[in-house]
């Protein structure tokens, strides 16, 4: 289960209130130091359009789906784009380089991961599990991003050799 995180502590009190309102419990603001987490799978940003249902209690559990599929939804979207432009670079300067960019990328938006996780999600359920929510209108296809790309970039996640290096 992720911890919600505010950006300021005044915000995260004011939410602390409605939860212990709506909970009839208490609920405490926690303070960490520094910049050393970063949001992503275990540390999510606040946001109230997608998180204010949650501080009246736990989610029903359809709405836990929902958010899950969400969140797989992300990760393919990012995880898309790391290996196709990996699978497209022209040399092995060009692949190193995207390489370093999509690792500094899943990393501070999933709090750990690189190119090499991107390619297993790829290739597995949760990944071709989105697939067949885009084939049957569940989800809605992201116009910058064609289902037929996503299709590709599981295709080559899927083949052996893919992100083997280049002498």
């Not at 209130?17 to 926690?30: F, G, L, M």
């Not at 991003?145 to 996640?157: G, S």
Request: proline residues 4%; hydrophobic residues 45%.
């Amino acid at each position: 289960m992720p911890l919600l995180a505010w950006e300021e502590s005044a915000a995260a009190e004011a939410a602390c209130t409605i939860a212990r309102s709506i909970r009839k419990c208490d609920v405490i603001v926690s303070t960490v130091g520094g910049t050393h987490q970063v949001p992503g799978d275990q540390l999510i940003l606040y946001s109230a359009s997608h998180h204010a249902q949650v501080l009246a209690g736990q989610l029903p559990r359809e709405r836990v789906s929902s958010t899950k599929t969400a969140s797989d939804w992300h990760r393919t979207k990012v995880f898309t784009g790391a290996v196709l432009e990996l699978a497209d670079a022209p040399d092995a300067a060009c692949k190193q380089a995207a390489t370093t960019k999509w690792n500094k990328i899943i990393h501070a938006t999933f709090a750990g991961g690189s190119v090499v996780s991107a390619s297993q999600f790829l290739s597995g359920k949760r990944a071709a599990a989105i697939v067949e929510l885009l084939r049957n209108g569940t989800l809605v296809e992201d116009d910058e991003l064609p289902i037929a790309d996503i299709e590709r970039a599981i295709t080559i996640a899927k083949a052996d050799s893919w992100n083997a290096p280049t002498a």
